[in-house]
Nanobody, 121 residues
Framework: VQLQASGGGLVQAGGSLRLSCAAS????????MGWFRQAPGKEREFVAT????????YYADSVKGRFTISRDNAKNTVSLQMNSLKPEDTAVYYC???????????????WGQGTLVTVSS
């Protein structure tokens, strides 16, 4: 699976951005998908995940209520709608895919290249 993230940019605090991740392959719907982020000088952290069917989602506490993860299996894409952005959301955001059976929050098999989100105060 190859992943290509896009949609990052510069936004003011309180604004919104929508990230997208396009995946290659015919079996996209079997993969759980996730978004992670890495701020300068910090470790990569989990943001959100969605099951293969899209029926189950889970969010980090820091983004719950502000971010929404979704997927379109017909288009092989997963998105992250980010609202009410804060300066602390500034990071490189990565999409990731994991095979069936992975259960750990950080257990992902494939990673995209990342897209930079900068939130100004």
């Amino acid at each position: 699976v190859q992943l290509q993230a896009s949609g990052g940019g510069l936004v003011q605090a309180g604004g919104s951005l929508r990230l997208s991740c396009a995946a290659s392959g015919r079996t996209f719907s079997i993969y759980g998908m996730g978004w992670f982020r890495q701020a300068p000088g910090k470790e990569r952290e989990f943001v959100a995940t969605i099951s293969g069917s899209g029926g189950t989602t889970y969010y980090a506490d820091s983004v719950k209520g502000r971010f929404t993860i979704s997927r379109d299996n017909a288009k092989n894409t997963v998105s992250l709608q980010m609202n009410s952005l804060k300066p602390e959301d500034t990071a490189v955001y990565y999409c990731a895919a994991r095979k069936v059976g992975r259960v750990g929050i950080n257990e992902y098999d494939y990673w995209g290249q990342g897209t930079l989100v900068t939130v100004s105060s």
